[in-house]
């Protein structure tokens, strides 16, 4: 996202690098399903051991709701920096999303077993399936998915008031409150995955079997389910859960198998280094490229950007539009990549 989030002019950004623009799914549209995928396998590797022992579970719950906090309030902060206006800002968000579905995950780890996340699941999947297709919405008439007529973007305006909804639209928001409940069954399938790979009766080839054939299933129903419950990143869809999970299987099984199994490991390091300062790099990011926009400095004649000075001066004079904007997006990968570098090779993590 850090990649997605920063390209040199949003008017040229090569169609694998955007959101789809309603139903369908993109590249781009992959990356946050992913990430709480991962999300959930690694709370399983992190909790485990200790909600073994009864009397350790209420300190862990503790944990999580205090690492639930810091997460959601990084994401109003993000919101609300360099506009400080508490009027206005946005409450829903990326970071808000992966906090609550964080939080309902770790507390489902702890206190239940894998035969009730698989209920969960799929109760969470119907459920919405049949609010967002069967229940009429208020002042609007019978039940759609169209951005600003559906149910959940009425319930956002109603209970958080068009004020604090994403400022593209106003009217509906990507990461909204009904649509947060689908998503957590994205964390509950690496959840289940998590479980599935930490087995110990179980070899590697059983494991690698079972999660290629459950990834591939996962994957068909999702495409299956899209007929009537089209596949849609900003509705979250319960197709769009089976379709980006069974992906995320597919990729972790991939890498499960070459990394782990077979010991390919050179090639990880770049990816490591972003990946245990995941939230950080995200949220740092973030800040420095809207400090970038904001901070206006003298460029040919006239007052601009320092974002704007900088890419017209070293990216728009040698490259295409498209490339121009490319090379700015992969150049701010680069520089944090090096800055992430350094930090791991002084293991210096900075955790939440």
Request: charge should be positive.
């Amino acid at each position: 996202m850090t990649l997605v989030n920063n390209p040199g002019d949003w008017g040229h950004i090569y169609a694998p690098l955007e959101h789809a623009h309603w139903h369908g799914c993109t590249p781009t549209d992959l990356v946050f399903p992913f990430f709480l995928f991962i999300m959930g396998v690694s709370v399983v590797y992190a909790m485990q051991t200790k909600k073994a022992d009864v009397a350790n579970q209420g300190s862990l719950i503790w944990k999580t709701i205090r690492r639930t906090l810091i997460i959601f309030g990084l994401g109003i902060f993000m919101a609300i920096f360099l506009n400080w206006n508490f009027a206005t800002v946005r409450i829903p968000g990326v970071l808000q999303r992966i906090a609550v579905v964080y939080l309902i995950c770790s507390i489902m780890f702890i206190k239940t077993g894998y035969r009730a996340q698989i209920l969960v699941l799929g109760l969470v999947l119907i459920t919405y399936h049949l609010l967002m297709t069967k229940v009429p919405v208020p002042d609007f008439g019978p039940a759609n998915l169209a951005p600003e007529t559906n149910l959940g973007a009425w319930l956002d305006r109603t209970l958080l008031g068009t004020a604090h909804l994403w400022n593209q639209s106003r009217t509906w928001d990507p990461e909204g409150i009904l649509s947060t409940l689908p998503s957590i069954g994205t964390g509950l399938l690496g959840l289940l995955t998590g479980t599935w790979v930490k087995r110990n009766d179980i070899n590697n080839k059983t494991k690698i079997n079972a999660m290629l054939g459950m990834g591939f299933l996962l994957t068909a129903f999702g495409f299956l389910w899209n007929l009537g419950f089209p596949i849609n990143k900003s509705l979250w869809t319960s197709s769009y859960v089976l379709f980006s999970g069974g992906l995320a299987i597919l990729c972790f099984t991939t890498c499960y198998w070459l990394i782990d199994v077979q010991g390919y490991k050179r090639f990880t390091k770049p990816f490591l280094v972003y990946g245990v300062n995941a939230i950080f790099v995200y949220v740092i990011s973030g800040l420095m490229a809207r400090g970038m926009n904001r901070w206006q400095v003298d460029y040919n004649g006239g007052r601009t950007s320092l974002s704007t000075a900088l890419y017209e001066s070293f990216f728009t004079p040698y490259f295409s539009p498209l490339n121009a904007s490319l090379a700015w997006a992969l150049s701010y990968v680069l520089i944090w990549l090096i800055v992430l570098w350094a930090m791991y090779n002084k293991g210096i993590l900075v955790k939440i």
